[in-house]
């Protein structure tokens, strides 16, 4: 356990490095989200919005972040495969979830970036206590990690050529994010609801924010735990048929 | 190791790749597979490895590490994190300096790494950058070392040292696909496998291979690789 940990740890920090390689992508990455929060939530900018109002109107762009950043490191270790790298450093590590979970801390970390400055946008902008958004929004990230890799593991099991991982991952995140919007119109927001918590990644992140705004986890519980383990069980799956060697043959 | 009655199919190919195909590959010392482009050499690879699945036996299942034609690193990191980066993963360290590199790698390894350990890959040739990933993935300690095209796109001189790393453990296995003959001469022994319309065509030691004449078939397949 201890190799496989330090092995998790040289990843995270070689990714960490890729990723500060290319400062404009992740000023990219970082500020886009906050921009797309400015520009649609303005005619709410210094009024004071309840934390119930902030639920409703902010955590649709939080449930985009995470799903699409995940859905970023996702594809990453999809072009890894595609250019042979795959293949040669998994008969380097102990197994080959060494580069999803250094993949899934370096996501932590950066979706943690994220949100700590929205947490700061949003006490400037929407007049919300800093503190109080910001442990509930970091809350929320660690309790959706698990459901959310799994709805996008499965595309790991899928050979896709380099050139359509990108279009994949597009498509997949805009149909998410478009069918959990359907999912929130037609349903109202209540924590009790399984069957929405499980299948739209936008409605159980409302609700995990939810939860820790009001506290009734005991109706909330149920709802999550399938969630978790259901698309727990979907993440598996998917790794157990993982796809290590390129699609075209290197 | 023996390779016994291994039949493959391609996901949704309706007749199998190779079949019933059948070689052995001595331990201890270098095998090389030779073939043209489009043979199956990198299919059959990973079918040893353990990467695709088949009918057949290979007995004994050898602790394996595979080495690609290429592979692209961030240009901006330095040889001592490539080094950090496949001796930690494989030692368990999780810092190296060039004072601990000395127990850790084999000679010529040493003497190539240490005036460039600070150096960045962008500061490298590309030769020296591929020479960097294959001298240290060759310090990794197993069984059956398979060099996919380990010397194109390298010059002899880096070429010897690789092959010189190569001899520096003479307990593996290994098995290197090759299109340069010249490979051939930097081991004592080997076996050379040709394959060719989806079979081991032929499978000949250095002495046979030497005193193969031109005209054969299996040299004239070679000048065509």
Redesign the interface.
């Known amino acids: 356990m ?2 496989y940990n ?2 998790v ?3 995270t920090r ?1 990714f960490v ?2 990723m500060l ?1 290319n400062v404009s992508v992740l000023l990219y990455t970082v500020g886009l989200p906050i921009l797309f929060l400015g520009l649609n939530l303005k005619s709410y900018f210094f009024k004071t919005v309840s934390l119930a109002q902030y639920t409703k109107l902010v955590l649709p762009f939080i449930a985009w972040i995470i799903v699409a950043n995940t859905m970023v490191m996702v594809s990453e270790v999809a072009l890894l495969r595609e ?3 795959l ?2 450093y998994a ?3 102990v197994n080959p979830s060494v580069f999803i979970i250094s993949k899934a801390v370096v996501n932590l970390m950066l979706v943690g970036v994220i949100l700590g400055l929205v947490a700061a946008v949003s006490a400037l902008l929407f007049r919300v206590a800093f503190v109080a958004v910001l442990w509930r929004l970091w809350s929320v990230l660690l309790l959706v990690s698990v459901p959310i890799w799994g709805y996008c593991l499965p595309i790991l099991s899928f ?1 896709l050529r380099y050139q359509t991982v990108s279009g994949i991952i597009n498509v997949v995140t805009l149909v998410v994010m478009i069918g959990s919007v359907a999912i929130g119109h037609a349903l109202h927001l209540t924590i009790t609801n399984v069957a929405a918590n499980v299948l739209s990644p936008v409605y159980l992140v409302m609700n995990c924010f939810n939860v820790l705004v009001i506290g009734d986890w005991r109706n909330f519980l149920p709802g999550y735990l399938v969630a978790c383990l259901g698309l727990g069980l979907v993440g598996w799956l998917s790794y157990r048929h993982l796809q ?2 390129p699609a075209e ?2 | 190791m023996d390779i016994e009655q291994l039949t493959y199919t391609f996901p949704k190919a309706l007749q199998p790749f190779f079949k019933d195909l059948s070689f052995q590959l001595p331990e201890h010392q270098v095998n090389f597979l030779i073939g043209q482009n489009g043979a199956g050499k990198t299919t059959l690879v990973d079918i040893l490895l353990g990467l695709r699945p088949f009918k057949g036996h290979i007995t004994p299942t050898l602790t394996n590490i595979y080495l690609n034609q290429q592979l692209p690193m961030l240009t901006s990191i330095r040889v001592c994190d490539v080094a950090v980066l496949v001796l930690g993963i494989e030692t368990g360290r999780r810092r190296l300096t060039l004072a601990d590199l000395a127990s850790l790698v084999d000679g010529p390894t040493l003497a190539f790494l240490t005036p460039i350990w600070e150096r960045h890959y962008r500061e490298l040739s590309g030769g020296q950058r591929k020479l960097v990933q294959l001298l240290l993935f060759l310090q990794v300690d197993r069984e059956l070392v398979v060099l996919d095209e380990p010397t194109a796109m390298i010059d002899r001189e880096h070429a010897a040292t690789l092959f010189t790393v190569m001899r520096a453990h003479p307990d593996r296995t290994y098995l290197m696909i090759t299109h340069d003959v010249r490979d051939l001469a930097a081991f004592p022994a080997y076996q050379v496998l040709w394959l060719a319309d989806h079979q081991i065509k032929a499978s000949v030691d250095r002495a046979t291979f030497e005193a193969a004449l031109p005209q054969s078939a299996f040299m004239q397949a070679f000048q065509t690789v």
């Open positions: 201890r190799k330090v092995q740890w040289l990843y070689y490095k890729v390689d250019q042979g790298y293949k040669q008969s380097l590590v050979r290590l060697l043959g290197l």
